[in-house]
């Protein structure tokens, strides 16, 4: 994943509380798709240096 250059960092760090948001919710529902989502997320944090 590239990082957008056009967001600002704030709209990036909302985009990433977002998503651990969905995480936090979904997680418990299917294991496999909880790692997915949680390993797009560490991948987002180090792409974009949050």
Known sequence: ????ISWTQEKI?????????I???LKNGN????????????KYIMNNKV
């Open 1 to 4: 994943m590239k990082k957008n």
């Open 13 to 21: 760090n909302q985009y990433r509380e977002e998503a651990q948001i």
């Open 23 to 25: 995480y936090d919710e």
């Open 31 to 42: 294991a496999y798709l909880a790692e997915r989502l949680k390993s797009e997320i560490s």
